[in-house]
């Protein structure tokens, strides 16, 4: 009894760790994003910049994913919310840099941020999945 209370308990707190890891990434990207554009070094306006959004929302993706893991719900359903709520909040990302931080809005952008997060979503399913197949086949060992 004492150990199934153990399981639940660490499991309570991996959640409660990674949703605050999920929040306080989201925050970080909202305060890159408030950055003024004349303020940033030349080479954060081109393929580069583009690129460090897009990392940013895969890791944001993968968070939110681990976030929302949990064995009520399907890896892929988890996957899939954690894609629109990082997908919100790139086009929330967009907006801000577009109203506060002087940067044109940007669709392409928008886009790279929701492949991102799509990327960083898809490859928290492959490693939970891996880690399932082999903690089940060391099991029926």
């Given at each position: ?25 989201a925050l970080?990207?909202f ?13 954060l ?5 583009t ?5 940013e ?5 993968g968070?939110?994913t ?7 719900i399907?890896?892929?359903?988890a996957a899939?919310?954690?894609l629109?709520l990082s997908a ?13 931080a002087?940067h ?7 886009i790279?941020e929701?492949i991102?997060?799509l990327?960083?979503a ?5 490693v939970?999945s891996?880690?399932?197949?082999i903690r089940s ?5």
């Open positions: 009894m004492g150990k199934v209370s153990t399981g639940k308990r660490k499991a309570g707190l991996a959640r409660v760790v990674s949703t605050a890891l999920a929040i306080v990434w970080c990207i305060i890159f994003s408030s950055i003024p554009a004349d303020s940033l070094p030349a080479f306006n081109g393929w580069f910049g690129l460090l959004h897009a990392i929302f895969c890791i944001l993706g968070l939110v681990v976030a929302l893991c949990s064995p009520r399907a890896l892929w359903k899939l919310i954690a629109a919100f909040y790139a086009l929330t990302d967009v907006m801000h840099l577009f109203l506060g002087g044109p809005f940007d669709a392409v952008l928008l790279v929701i991102g997060a990327v960083g898809v490859v928290i399913v492959f939970i891996r880690r399932r197949v086949r060391a099991s029926n060992v």
